[in-house]
């Protein structure tokens, strides 16, 4: 049997950041993975460019029961020590709308950095590794089809339940019940949404049309790109609204945040302009939306033809277009798992869980999810290096 100071389960982004903190310390790492390769999420993140942290960070970024649990691993892993990483391996960035960071290049050289990193602080890495059972007596017993090792420390960095295509097992949630920790209730996050039944006839032939909108749920708004798909909607608002939706809940779009709308309406009645709302709308929508959404949501007749008070229907209509959606399309496409392992099992100092002393989770299996900008990432990264520092 091997003996390790520590085992992390997870070559993710915060089981490796951990594992290679782990390692600077002197301490001797193993990381097992079921996956044949390190970082898989990495290397699709941000579409392919990792969007890998947000210098706009702050905790009202994030949701979880307990909003105040990541500020103390935000203090202590800032998105500048993210960069000096980068930097010192000379990793190319580029900064996007909103703070965002993204790799020049691409998330392959994140990968080659966590590697290079992992390899330089002695940390021995099992991939195709299949996790059978986890056990604590004096130590931590993890049996897998490489054979049973052995630890003081056990870290599980092993993701949420989102996107299994890329490795997730949910197995995390499984070894925090197996010792008895508290999970808070799981739900998709930074999901496309699935129309009604009935929207889906009215707006499913819009496939791939997208619009700027501004889109408000639950006292949260976020403005950005809606996109069209066969089934509903998606696009960065979109996501990001999903994540504060819940079944039942309607969501508000401006569909011209931008533009005064109802101003317009009454210059063309006012020059007695004879032109179609449809086609006005036209002007500023995509045409083939507009048609469909004014078929659907107005009788569409020469501008000239309506009254001040009916026009400024029309305009509240344009900017508060309400979509009751059917549901997400769930964790199969969902960037993140909201909920996790309930915060107040651990210290936000350590990762460690109270009840169980080596036990350290981190990670997007803890109850703490970033909105969309490169800020689960920089979840990963912070708590992961927190933990490399007591694990
Ligand atoms: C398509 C997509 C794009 C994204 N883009 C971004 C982005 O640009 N910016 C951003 O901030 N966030 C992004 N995210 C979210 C981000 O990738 C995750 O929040 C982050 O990777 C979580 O890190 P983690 O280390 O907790 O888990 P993960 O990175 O998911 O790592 C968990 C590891 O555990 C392993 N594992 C799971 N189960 C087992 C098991 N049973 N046995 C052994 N090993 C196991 C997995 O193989 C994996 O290697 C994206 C997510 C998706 C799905």
Redesign the pocket.
Known sequence: MIKKDVIV???????MMCAIECGKRGRSVLV????SK?????R???GGS???TNINMSPTNFLSNNPHFCKSAFSRFTPDAFIAILEKHGVKYEEREQGQLFCAKSSEEIIRMLEKESNDAGVNIILN???QDVKKEDSFMVSTNHGIFESESLVI????A??PQ???????YKIAKQFGLKITELKPG?VPFIFSLEDLKIFGELSGISIDAAIKCNKMEFRGSILFTHKGLSGPAILQISSYWKEGDAIVIDLLPDIDIYGIFIEKQQSKSKIEIHNLLSQYLPSRFAKIWCESNIQSKPVNQYNEKELKGIAHRVNNWVVKPKSTEDFKT???TLGGIDTNELSSKTMESRKVKGLYF????IDVT?QL????????WAC?FVAGQHA
């Open positions: 389960i997870g070559a993710g982004a915060s089981g097992l993975d079921h996956a390190i970082g898989r999420k990495i699709i993140s941000g990792c969007n890998f590794c299949r996790i960095a092993t993701g949420g989102s996107y890329s490795g997730a097992s949910g197995i995390g930074l969902a960037e993140v981190t990670g997007e299996v970033g900008g490169g800020y689960n990432l920089h979840w990963a992961g």
